[in-house]
């Protein structure tokens, strides 16, 4: 039993509803664009196509909600505390992770047999949580280079010419659609194989109770398992 | 004065002699305005622009056309025979001095190639290119009249008033440079904007720049294309709008897939699965048999082929995207890019390997899966499924160098019971701490 507690302030409800926006998007995103690449369903293709760019608009809008809110809004930098600082800083380097890249990789590798201390996000995660947004507007970048209303656009065309024709934009938009597939396998996988907690913070808001971590002196200070505490605090 | 030039007399006369009413030229004019991108209410002013600009002149020369064939089929000139408004007969009657065609000239052999050289020498001609320039063997690959075709390309472009490119081999090589592409096929454009970077072609009174080239692809080229092409040359004495590529805009703006007669079935869901099927009997889509028609710009639908009797989506076959083309490079030719036809993506070449790139990716899908369910395995024999190991006391790194730390061992470690998450108010306190760390740290 290792947890950290599990607190609301390390994802207040915004977040938790944009997570919930960006796991609609991202499997609705996938499943129609396979049947626009390959219309194994007969019969939903004008359907699909609305949806999915239906979902890339909203998926978008999403991205930048969640960046600008990222500026806003406080939420706790490690988990066990409900101390908040800006949202940015977990995913800007921080003293709490330095040095710990080579041990989050050693423990994933079964070569570590302790955890990693670290904030709320390893550092792994968080370099995989930094190149999400990017990734995602290169992939709606080829699709707005493939989207009729946007391809003739001095850009898109230029982007098109570039590598070649629709053809390999088609190949990218769907490579970088299967990078999401492994990301979306990974995120899963890591966020539930040590226990269903985070998935109960991530989709439910409930918490957890578990050890406690300062983020002021950058380590593991107690635990907390007490009803009475919870009530206290909250 | 080319002893080789055609000259006209009067429009009447001409028309007279031709055999050509007056009510057949007025729908030759329509359809030239229809190429053309213009309203029909323009046809008395297309009708006025050729009897002036073109027949209507006394005596005077018309504008001599070298055709030179490389390496092709023939198709295009074959295709260009079959053109239905105007004829052939009246284009190159009419229109222009056809001073060179391989195919289409009387003459031959010597007095031919003399006729060209005397057009060269002239100026003021337009040059029409059919097929691909070989480089291959030095530029032996291709030889006609014993001269290299990459020296007869060079020495009729030099003096040309445009270049226009007929069909997608002489736009970027075509099919001829499909991989691996041994005989060097290579399209005019980038020939010809290599050559000059290299010193070796000057165009004349260019000032540095490339004749004007007009790119028409399509495998072969559509003669309606070519004509309009060639009519808006002669008629408004300035190139088409192009686009980035050199294509005129007007032909090459849009998608087969948005005026393709079967788009109905494509929005319903109706597809075509397998040949000789019901569904095809229907006339449904043919996206799910590999249609390249979303991906290929041409207006194929509208202006149809042999007399816009038909073309490839209505007689049944899915588009094979023969006028996608590039022509700053060989690779990128509708051969490479398309094939296997009936697939909805081309292939990838890794080496001497092809494979489909949905293969690919969901063998690499395939693979991350089966490694998280083996690592899941490992989480499983370790321990570390309920709850993960138990923390390290210190981190490795701050325990080798002491003095830059950020934390010490904690002299309790986790499980103990003792609560230090604070009163609101010493939170508050520790964050301004945390806050003014977090400064130092960013700094380092």
Same mark, same amino acid.
């Given at each position: ?234 | ?162 270049? *226009? ?5 002489? $736009?970027?090589?075509?099919?001829? %440079? =499909?991989? @691996?592409?041994? &005989?060097? /096929? ?115 639908? *509208? ?5 816009? $009797?038909?073309?490839?989506?209505? %007689? =049944?076959? @899915?588009?094979? &995207?023969? /006028? ?121």
């Amino acid at each position: 039993m290792a947890h950290l507690a599990h607190y609301r302030q390390a994802h207040p409800i915004t977040f938790v509803i944009t997570h919930w926006v960006n796991l609609i998007c991202m499997v609705m995103l996938v499943l129609t664009g396979f049947i626009i690449h390959y219309p194994f369903i007969p019969g939903v293709m004008g359907a699909a196509r609305g949806v999915h760019i239906c979902c890339a608009f909203v998926i978008l809008l999403n991205l930048i909600y969640r960046i600008v809110a990222a500026f806003f809004v406080k939420s706790a930098p490690t988990g066990g505390t409900r101390e908040v600082e800006k949202d940015i800083k977990s995913f800007l380097p921080q003293k709490d992770n330095r040095h710990q890249l080579g041990a989050w990789i050693k423990y994933y590798l079964f070569l570590k047999k302790d955890h990693p201390l670290g904030a709320k996000y390893g550092v792994p995660q968080k370099l995989t949580y930094d190149a999400i947004p990017l990734l995602l507007l290169c992939i709606a970048f080829t699709g707005f280079c493939l989207w009729v209303p946007t391809s003739n656009a001095p850009l898109f065309v230029g982007f098109t010419d570039l590598v070649g024709g629709i053809m390999n934009v088609r190949i990218i938009h769907y490579f970088l659609m299967w990078v999401f597939i492994i990301f979306i396998m990974l995120h899963a996988y890591l966020a539930s194989i040590e226990g269903l907690a985070p998935l109960r913070m991530m989709f439910r808001w409930k918490e957890h109770k578990g050890l406690v971590y300062s983020p002021e002196s950058h380590t593991i200070v107690g635990e907390d398992k007490g009803e009475e505490d919870n009530k206290e605090k909250s | 004065m080319v002893e080789t030039q055609a000259n006209v007399a009067r429009l009447d006369e001409l028309l007279e002699r031709k055999g050509v009413t007056r009510r057949r030229f007025l729908e030759f004019c329509g359809a030239i305005a229809v190429s053309l991108g213009l309203s029909e209410a323009l046809i008395p002013t297309v009708h006025e622009a050729i009897a002036e600009s073109v027949i209507g002149k006394e005596t005077g020369a018309l504008t001599p056309v070298i055709w030179l064939e490389l390496a092709s089929c023939t198709g295009c000139t074959e295709s260009f025979a079959q053109v239905d408004t105007p004829d052939v007969a009246t284009v190159v009657l009419e229109l222009i001095s056809l001073n060179y065609s391989e195919t289409l000239s009387a003459g031959a052999g010597f007095s031919l190639e003399e006729a060209k050289e005397q057009t060269i020498e002239a100026g003021g001609y337009l040059v029409v290119i059919e097929g691909a320039l070989m480089e291959g063997w030095d530029g032996n690959a291709l030889r006609i009249a014993n001269e290299k075709g990459t020296e007869i390309v060079k020495h009729a472009c030099a003096n040309a008033k445009a270049v *226009i490119c007929a069909g997608s081999c002489a $736009v970027d090589g075509g099919w001829q %440079a =499909g991989y @691996p592409n041994p &005989g060097g /096929a290579i399209g005019i454009q980038s020939f010809l904007t290599r050559e000059q970077a290299a010193g070796s072609f000057t165009y004349k009174g260019g000032d540095g720049n490339l004749p004007p080239i007009i790119n028409v692809p399509t495998c072969p080229a559509n003669p309606e294309h070519m004509v309009a092409v060639i009519v808006d040359v002669l008629l408004v004495g300035k190139l088409p709008d192009l686009n980035s590529q050199n294509k005129p805009s007007l032909i090459f703006s849009q998608y087969i897939h948005d005026n393709c007669p079967r788009r109905g079935h494509f929005e319903n869901g109706e597809f075509v699965y397998q040949f000789g099927s019901e569904e095809e009997k229907k006339g449904y889509c043919l996206y799910a048999m590999g249609c390249k028609g979303p991906q290929t710009k041409n207006n194929c639908p *509208i202006v149809r082929w042999n007399r816009r $009797v038909s073309w490839c989506v209505e %007689a =049944g076959a @899915p588009c094979i &995207g023969c /006028a996608v083309s590039d022509p700053a490079t060989t690779k990128n030719n509708w051969v490479d890019l398309n094939a296997p036809f009936l697939k909805r993506f081309r292939n990838l070449n890794i080496g001497d390997i092809r494979l489909q790139p949905a293969t690919l990716a969901a063998a690499v899908g395939g693979i991350a899966a089966v490694l998280l369910v083996a690592h899941a395995f490992g989480m499983k024999a370790t321990g570390r499924t309920k709850g993960g190991a138990d923390f390290e006391r210190q981190r490795k790194w701050d325990m080798q160098h002491p003095d830059r730390a950020i934390a010490s061992a904690p002299a309790v470690t986790g499980g103990a019971s003792e609560e230090d998450n604070g009163t609101p108010a010493a939170t508050a306190a520790e964050n301004e701490e945390s806050k003014a760390d977090s400064k130092e740290g960013g700094t380092q």
